[in-house]
């Protein structure tokens, strides 16, 4: 069937967002077309306005509208601990369990040489520069346990080893191959609290 073409050019978008198939982007598409425009022109601002206004902390490299961000300015938060995730969502996925209290690196990536993302293209030098000038007694390594997870996960162990700091792994009650952002707050609490040192 041919879409008249700004129809066409909404699903075509829809369609750029992971996971969204032809069918989802078409419902969203005629979803959009339904609602009033004042609600769609809300909308349109809330997008922009997130784009202009979210950018990432210059200290662990969260998304977040303040720089340094929320977490890394919690005077409550424990600072001796470092939680690296692999980006903001896992971020996201653990602070729902509200169970951990320390801060966290976001690495922004993991490392992938296949699909050529290296060493240089994510957050791991800031990371060595934090546990080098920063109180840090522990890191916790909570990347997703795929082949890229698991070799950051390696990369990052063998250059912090030297710091003589615990580096702790999250437990993973979590199938192998699923990605942290949609594992449940049980499964991730327990992992967090079932971490073991790394030898």
């Known amino acids: 069937m041919e879409y008249t073409k700004p129809l066409?050019?909404?699903?075509?978008?829809?369609?750029?967002?992971?996971?969204?198939?032809?069918?989802?982007?078409?419902?969203?598409?005629?979803?959009?077309?339904?609602?009033?425009?004042?609600e769609v022109q809300r909308f349109s601002q809330i997008l922009v306005d997130a784009k202009e206004n979210i950018h990432y902390c210059s200290t662990c490299f969260n998304m977040s509208a303040s720089d340094p961000?929320?977490?890394?300015?919690?005077?409550?938060?424990d600072n001796s601990v470092i939680c690296v995730v692999a980006e903001t969502k896992d971020l996201i996925a653990i602070e729902k369990t509200r169970e951990y209290k320390g801060l966290y690196h976001v690495l922004q990536g993991t490392l992938s040489p296949l699909d050529g993302i290296g060493v240089e293209d994510i957050r791991i030098k800031e990371l060595?520069?934090?546990?080098?000038?920063?109180?840090?007694?522990?890191?916790i390594l909570a990347l997703s346990p795929s082949v890229e997870g698991e070799a950051t996960s390696l990369y990052i162990t063998k250059l912090i080893k030297p710091f003589n700091i615990k580096v702790s792994r999250i437990a993973f009650g979590l199938?192998?191959?699923?990605?942290?952002?949609?594992?449940?707050?049980?499964?991730?609490?327990?992992?967090?609290?079932?971490?073991r040192v790394i030898d």
């Open 8 to 38: 066409a050019q909404l699903i075509e978008f829809f369609q750029k967002f992971p996971g969204v198939g032809p069918k989802s982007a078409q419902r969203m598409a005629f979803h959009l077309l339904k609602m009033p425009l004042g």
């Open 69 to 77: 961000c929320e977490i890394c300015t919690d005077t409550r938060r």
């Open 128 to 139: 060595l520069t934090r546990v080098a000038d920063e109180n840090v007694k522990e890191v």
């Open 175 to 195: 199938p192998v191959g699923s990605d942290l952002e949609y594992a449940d707050e049980i499964t991730l609490a327990k992992a967090i609290e079932g971490r």
